[in-house]
Structure formats: structure tokens, C-alpha cells
């Protein structure tokens, strides 16, 4: 008997759902697949990652080494952060001659981040802080090399092998993971453990990045935009960055690293939710790419709404488990169970981000440019007005504020651009998105 694989046995049923949806059944069936794998990888490790440290480090460890890695993200933004987002959206384009020069491009940037973390560490060092100051020269130490060979994710999704960048990803997540949970059952260091967790990713990474080229190797086709594209990107991202950062520096000020700690972890379940529903945006910005925004506008809308309303059911089932949930796998954190309710709204409106995909995917600069000052501007703004009298409670609030203001503006940049398009980036006048006549590459 000749052996029917399982996508054959339901091809049928995707192409009939196909029809109806209006939806290009087999790129979801194909990408969404490994897209779930990964994001399930990603949760389960990253989970078990915070469940190590809750248990196994002390409060005041936990809040510093929190502290650090917002001090790296900070540093970060002297080196092109956004350079990620041009190579998806390169490849994307079938542009694989720009990936290397990106590389290239984003290493000479990096060193100015490592200037910046050994002036840091210069800094506490001078001040007499001997622990900050041997932890930013170790950030000094990695900062060059560390996270740039990791845009291989990138490239292999733009280039839709989401397959080979899931695996490739979650491997290297879970060798870090390893890394992190075997130094926390050997010693409590936090020097150790810095150095473990740049260690591990960079080896990693370097490893798949020089993979992934032997397997996909780029073609010479260049984009003479990538570089500038990046930096305006990256310009936009510096608010971002600084509003998602704020939070920890403040509260380190005003509550020390037991405060970071209490915050970090009632973050950990929702930002991890929030992520696993993001792996749709990944998903979609190929094929976002595709098609203009008048023609996306048609279809990402509703379902944009469908989204939310399964997102919102979500959040609720979560305020209900959270207490429980704490009580099982972060016992010393009972305290953050109020704040991690209050932050499922993050679960809920996450869905709304799609917009923001499409405008990315084409390079909408000024609904980006506005997008991208308004909120972190607010959320800054909120953070110095209420952490300091209402500390935990004030970093909660203004991250729901924010995001109630972010997902309105959001939706009113969309379809104010998908009114008036500057152009269509394929000249396909397609009525649909993700349409059926698509045949995705495995």
C-alpha cells in the first residue's frame, strides 16, 4: 500500500477551508506549524528558565541580573538594533546579497556598544561597585559578537525556511537554558552567570549562522536601501527601547534589585503569552510584503478582530490560574500575583500588532516615525510620574495605559495608510491576501 503522508490526507480539507477563508491554507498549515513548534519551544524553555532562577537565586541576584541585561538592551542601541528587521525585510524580497553586508555593517557598529559598556563598567568601578563593574566589562567583552551572528533567524524566515530558523532557534535557546539552570545548581555567582549566558548564545550562534550560509547561501542580489532602511528603524526604536527599560532603571533607584525581582516575574508569564501570539506577525510579513495595503486592509481586519476576542479569553482564563500558577512554580513571588492579573491585558490587545507588521513590511516611515514617538514618549512619561510614589503598582499602570493609547493609535495609523498607499510593492492587483495560488517553499 503506498503511504499517504498526513498533509496529503488533509489536503483536501485545507483547500476546501482555503476557498472559504479566502486564505492560502497551505503557507498557514506549512509555516504555522513550525511557527507553533517554536513558539511552544520557546515558552516551555523560557518557563523552566524563570522557574530555575525563582527557586534557586535569591531575590537581590535575580534583580541585578535583571538589571544588567536592560543595561545591555540600552547599550544595544548604539549598534543598529533594527538591522534584524531590514534583513526579514530583505529576504523577504529575495535580496540575500544585503544579508552579509548587514553583518558586516552591524559588527563595526557593535563596537561602539562595547566602548559604551566598559566606560559603564569604568564607571561603577571608580564609584567602588566592584559587582556592577565586573558585569558590564563582561558585557563589554560579548557585546560585539553576541547577538549579530543570531539575524540568521531572520534571514531563513524572510527567505520562508521557517523550519530550519524554528529549530535552529530553539536549539540555540535551549543549549543557553542548559547553560543558565546547570550554573544555578553549581553556584549562585553572578559573574558565572553572565558569562555563561553570553557564552552559550554566542557559540550558538556563530555556529548556525555559519550553517544556515552553507545551506542557503545568499544570492548576489543587493538592496541599495537595507543599510539606510536599518538606520531609520533603529532611530525609531531608540524611544521604544528606552520605555521598556525605564521601568527596571527607576525601580532600581527607588526599590533596589528585590523590586526589579518582584516586577521581572510577574512579567514572565504574560511577556511569554504575548510573544507565543506573536509568532503570527512572523508568519505574516512575507506575505504581507506581497500584496499593498488597500488589498490587506480587506482581510487583516477582521481577523484582526476574531484574534482579539480569542486573545481577551485568553487573558481572562489566566487572571483566574495566575494564583495558582505562582503558588506551584514561583512560591517566593506571591506578592506579584496582583501585578501579572493586571498585566494580561498584554495577552489581550496583542493581536493589534498585525497592523503594525504591515505597515513595517512596507516601510511605512512616517506612520512609523509617529508610531514609534507616541507611546514610549507617554510610557516614559507615566513611568516618572507614578513609580516613584506607587513603585510596583506605577510601572503597571503605566504599561496598561500605554497600551490602551499604543493599540488605538495603531489601528488609526493603519487605516489611514491603507486609504491612501504609496504604492504597491509587487504591482499585483490581487483582491486577496494570502491567497490560495500561493505554493509555499518547505
Known amino acids: 500500500m503506498r503511504f499517504i503522508s498526513v498533509r496529503q490526507r488533509f489536503q483536501p480539507l485545507t483547500d476546501s ?33 524563570a522557574v530555575a532562577f525563582a527557586n534557586l537565586l535569591s531575590k537581590e541576584t535575580y534583580g541585578t541580573y535583571q538589571y544588567i541585561l536592560s543595561g545591555v538592551t540600552l547599550l544595544g542601541l548604539l549598534s543598529l538594533p533594527a538591522m534584524k528587521s531590514a534583513i526579514f525585510y530583505a529576504a523577504a524580497r529575495n535580496k540575500d546579497g544585503s544579508f552579509l ?21 569604568a564607571y561603577y ?94 544570492n ?46 510577574s512579567l514572565t508569564v504574560p511577556s511569554r503569552v504575548t510573544n507565543a501570539l506573536g509568532s503570527i506577525n512572523r508568519l505574516y ?42 503558588e506551584i512554580f514561583f512560591p517566593k513571588y506571591m506578592e506579584s500575583v496582583p501585578y501579572t492579573q493586571a498585566l494580561s491585558i498584554l495577552i489581550a490587545l496583542q493581536p493589534i500588532s498585525l497592523f503594525g507588521t504591515a505597515l513595517s513590511a512596507h516601510a511605512r516611515k512616517k506612520e512609523l516615525y509617529i508610531f514609534s514617538f507616541i507611546p514610549p514618549v507617554l510610557q516614559i512619561g507615566l513611568f516618572i510620574l507614578l513609580i516613584p510614589t506607587l513603585h510596583v503598582w506605577g510601572a503597571i499602570l503605566s504599561i496598561a495605559i500605554t497600551q490602551l493609547v499604543e493599540n488605538i493609535l495603531l489601528t488609526g495609523l493603519f487605516f489611514h495608510a491603507s486609504a491612501t498607499p504609496l504604492r504597491n510593492l509587487t504591482g499585483n492587483n490581487d483582491t486577496e491576501v494570502l491567497t490560495t495560488n500561493h505554493t509555499n517553499e518547505n
Open 220 to 265: 548576489t542580489e543587493r538592496d541599495p536601501e537595507l543599510i539606510g532602511y536599518a538606520k531609520h528603524l533603529s532611530f525609531m526604536t531608540v524611544l521604544t527601547t528606552l520605555a521598556s527599560n525605564a521601568d527596571k532603571m527607576l525601580l532600581w533607584q527607588f526599590l533596589g534589585p528585590i523590586g526589579i525581582a518582584t516586577y521581572t516575574l
Open 17 to 49: 477551508l482555503g476557498r472559504k477563508l479566502n486564505t492560502d491554507m497551505n503557507y498557514l498549515v506549512s509555516g504555522g506549524f513550525w511557527s507553533a513548534v517554536g513558539t511552544g519551544l520557546s515558552v516551555l524553555i523560557g518557563l523552566a528558565t
Open 285 to 326: 510579513f512575507p506575505k504581507a510584503v506581497e500584496h499593498d495595503l488597500t488589498t490587506i486592509r480587506k482581510v487583516l481586519v477582521p481577523r484582526v478582530v476574531l484574534l482579539v476576542f480569542l486573545a481577551s479569553g485568553i487573558a481572562i482564563a489566566y487572571i483566574a490560574a495566575a494564583p495558582y500558577v505562582f
Open 101 to 121: 553586508e548587514a553583518i558586516r555593517v552591524k559588527m563595526r557598529w557593535n563596537l561602539l556598544s562595547a566602548g559604551a559598556a566598559f566606560a559603564v563598567a
Open 125 to 218: 568601578f571608580l564609584n567602588g561597585n566592584m559587582l556592577l563593574a565586573g558585569s558590564f566589562a563582561i558585557v563589554g567583552l560579548f557585546i560585539p559578537v553576541w547577538e549579530v551572528y543570531g539575524n540568521y533567524v531572520h534571514y531563513l524566515l524572510g527567505k520562508k525556511h521557517f523550519k530550519d530558523g524554528i529549530i535552529y532557534e530553539a536549539i540555540a535557546q535551549g543549549v543557553n537554558a542548559i547553560t543558565i539552570i546547570t550554573i544555578l545548581l553549581l553556584t549562585k555567582n553572578l559573574f558565572i552567570l553572565l558569562f555563561g549566558f553570553f557564552a552559550s548564545w554566542t557559540i550558538m550562534r556563530v555556529f548556525l549562522f555559519r550553517r544556515t550560509l552553507h545551506k542557503y547561501p545568499p
